[in-house]
């Protein structure tokens, strides 16, 4: 599956912005999730959805940040809050599994950067 994340761009600390992820076909199946990297740092989980709905937040992101999907229209989202300069960073959507981390095809990602 083909996946592009969008939404991303430059907003102040304690604003919001809402991150998209169109998929090349149906998602309905597949565990899902956004990830980040911030410069100089390793890529890390921020949220995942499985097929049923239930959702995992990282805790520097839990109360504030709100993963969902739409199956009807093949979408992810991220919903995010509150932004803080940490939150600076590329994300990006992809499949979720326990093998994320030797993923090698994340895409363009999207930038996002909270100033302060």
């Known amino acids: 599956v083909q996946l592009q994340a969008s939404g991303g761009g430059l907003v102040q600390a304690g604003g919001s912005l809402r991150l998209s992820c169109a998929a090349s076909r149906n998602i309905f199946s597949l565990d899902m999730a956004w990830y980040r990297q911030a410069p100089g740092k390793a890529r890390e989980l921020v949220a995942d959805?499985?097929?049923?709905?239930?959702?995992h937040y990282a805790d520097s992101v839990k109360g504030r940040f709100t993963i969902y999907r739409d199956n009807a229209k093949n979408t992810l989202y991220l919903q995010m809050a509150s932004l803080e300069p940490e939150d600076t960073a590329v994300y990006y959507c992809?499949?979720?599994?326990?093998?994320?981390?030797?993923?090698?095809?994340w895409g363009q990602g999207t930038l996002v950067t909270v100033s302060s």
């Open positions: 959805i499985t097929t049923g709905g239930s959702r």
């Open positions: 992809n499949i979720h599994n326990i093998d994320w981390p030797k993923y090698n095809n």
